[in-house]
């Protein structure tokens, strides 16, 4: 009950956001926020820790923008055929790096990604380092999208959407046998499961949800460039995860709106500060967003060592048994 009440709340604050902040920053959120629930999907129920998932998330927006931009495809098409793309690539780069483990898989994936950067930066409908701009919004089934408040809506429906799907996945025998190889891979062989092909599945879904992500960013922020295939685009959703909480279904939204939102108000709330305190050092903040990230994660690596959610579930869960 709990739980469909915190459900319930959640999506009434996510209909009324945008009539209390500004809705583009919100559908940013909502893409980042799925961006990480499918990198999570890979790491935190199957165990595989990706190091090249910004390929897939810049991937579904190249190929999403150069649809409508130069194609002239409707918007449904483009999103479809984003998705399709960054499912195709990671069933050509899960092919190549799941038969390996640990650091040698995340080492793969990234000089795999890396292929892709330098594929992004020569091909000639990417524009290299200009990258897509003047992506048009179009409409979506008779919905104007160039009307903010119309695409949050739509944007917020296909994010929910992503969101179920995992976890549908996640609460399905397929999920449960991508748990048993996460916790003990040797005992899910002895039982007959075929490891490889679901880890092949996993890797393919998660990358597909991630060109879903960048598909929809690209359409909300009408540009697509070079820096979400960048390495650092995967780091930044392996931070997301980390300090959200691995292996949770909540863990990584809240992971992704707080660093997106550091990224992005971090220089606001310096302004902010200097006001009221009269130190001018809180002004400069918003130049040091990076120092300022990285004293967020190695907090919550000696604090929270679950991530947020991570730890509240986990002091829930001891208080019932407490009292119980």
Known sequence: MNKKILCMAALVLALGAPFVAYPVFLMKLLCFGLFACAFNLLIGYTGLLSFGHAAFLGAGGYVMGYCL?????????????????????????????????GIYFAMITLALAQMVYFAALRAPFTHGEDGLQGIPRGSLFGLDLS??????????????????????????????????????????????????????????????????????????????????????????VILMTLVGGMGTLVGPIVGAFLIVSLENRLGDLGAWLSGVTGVEWFSTLGESVGVVTGLVFVACVLLFRRGVVGEIGALVQGRRRASA
């Open 147 to 236: 009307n903010d408040l119309v695409l949050y809506y739509v944007v917020l429906a296909i994010c929910i959407a992503g969101f179920a799907l995992i976890v549908r996945t996640v609460h399905s025998p397929f999920g449960q046998v991508l748990k048993a190889i996460k916790e003990n891979e040797p005992r899910a062989i002895s039982l007959g499961y075929d490891v490889d092909r679901y880890k092949l599945l996993a890797f393919v879904l998660s990358s597909a949800l991630a060109g879903l992500a960048g598909a929809t960013k690209a359409l909300v922020l009408g540009f697509e460039t070079l820096t979400d295939v960048h390495w650092t685009m995967s780091g930044l």
């Open 69 to 101: 931009s130069t194609a002239g495809l409707p918007v449904p098409v483009g999103i479809l055929l984003g998705v399709l793309a960054s499912g195709v690539l990671g069933l050509v780069m899960g092919a190549l790096a799941i038969r390996r483990q």
